[in-house]
């Protein structure tokens, strides 16, 4: 049903913020691309945004639609970078994550770097690891982003950027009238997690088992658009990183509230072996800057009174 130039376009509308501009971007026609976008709509059966609008504001399953093109267009980018490049690339940079929800703004600029740099080929291992830290004293890993900061020999840490881990809810949830969360409020709901053990979750260490508290149930989803729409569905509450719900804070479709009184701060690193640091360094700078445009774009409120998302 999806081809990549629907993806293409979603990106194009965002980046546009309206027709014109993303008939512009994608060089066809004002009247080609509405044609276009009326005939994927047939397909799917929703409109993908809301019309006469200025600027351009999706609808639900256009905001799903988009986060996938974000997913998946600099992938095929980076996929075709590499085929062009063929033998040509003498250098590897491997990375791993430890972050589900890194893909935003990880492969964007993955992509930007390979624009810069076409001799490095950037290899993302495994996509998310739940020990990055012995993968890289293996030597598995040139270059790992992390929330952990664990003191280990031989390890150099740069900081990225800080972010608030919140607490996401439907419209109409009875917690949306907090100014924020407490542990016993999560007691009997359901609570949608990436698929990472508990204990390497932030909201269970840091949060729920200080308090002895746990939810009533947990379940697991893979994909952070997903468990975005659920959540707006009301089938459960998600704890994720506030830059995450950005999109969905502009369109109104969700709540997000403090992990606490003072908040769940922490601190993303690029994590890496002193051996690395000269190809290590020309990549940093890419990705502190796609990371630090999404912290920019989206301040967490600290006030009290609700705020709608």
């Known amino acids: 049903m999806l081809e990549l130039k629907h993806l293409k376009t979603m990106l194009a509308l965002e980046r546009g913020g309206n027709l014109a501009s993303a008939a512009d971007l994608l060089f066809v026609s004002q009247s080609a691309l509405s044609h276009q976008l009326k ?60 972050c589900h929800a890194c893909f935003q703004w990880l492969l964007p600029a993955i992509t930007e770097f390979n624009r810069r740099y076409p001799d490095v080929s950037v290899d993302l291992q495994g996509e998310n690891l739940f020990d990055g830290i012995t993968e890289l004293e293996r030597q598995s890993l040139d270059l790992l982003f992390t ?5 280990a020999e031989g390890l150099e840490y740069e900081a990225l950027g800080d972010f608030e881990l919140v607490l996401v809810m439907g419209l109409q949830d009875e917690l949306a009238e907090q100014s924020f969360i407490q542990p016993e409020d999560l007691k009997n709901r359901r609570l949608l ?29 893979a994909n952070s658009s997903v468990m975005l729409q659920m959540v707006a569905a009301g089938l459960g509450v998600a704890a994720v990183p506030d830059w995450l719900v950005k999109d969905f804070d502009r369109q109104q479709l969700l709540c997000s509230r403090p992990l606490g009184q003072q908040g769940l701060r922490k ?16 990549f940093l700078p890419v990705v502190r800057s796609n990371f630090r445009q999404l912290l920019t774009s989206q301040p967490v409120s600290s006030e009290k009174t609700p705020q709608s998302i």
């Open 193 to 221: 997690t990436y698929p990472v053990p508990l204990s390497k979750l932030d909201l269970f260490r840091q949060f729920l088992q200080p308090a002895k508290c746990h939810p009533q149930s947990v379940k697991t989803v």
């Open 267 to 282: 601190t993303l690193y690029g994590a890496y072996q002193p051996a690395n640091r000269q190809k290590i360094q020309e």
């Open 39 to 98: 005939e994927l709509e047939s397909r799917i059966g929703e409109r993908l945004f809301e019309r006469k609008s200025e600027p351009l504001r999706f609808t639900a399953s256009g905001l799903t639609l988009l986060n996938l093109a974000r997913e998946v267009v600099p992938r095929v980018n980076k996929v075709e970078a590499e085929i062009k490049s063929g033998a040509q690339a003498t250098e590897e940079l491997r990375i791993g994550i430890e």
């Open 147 to 151: 929330d952990d900061r664990v003191a």
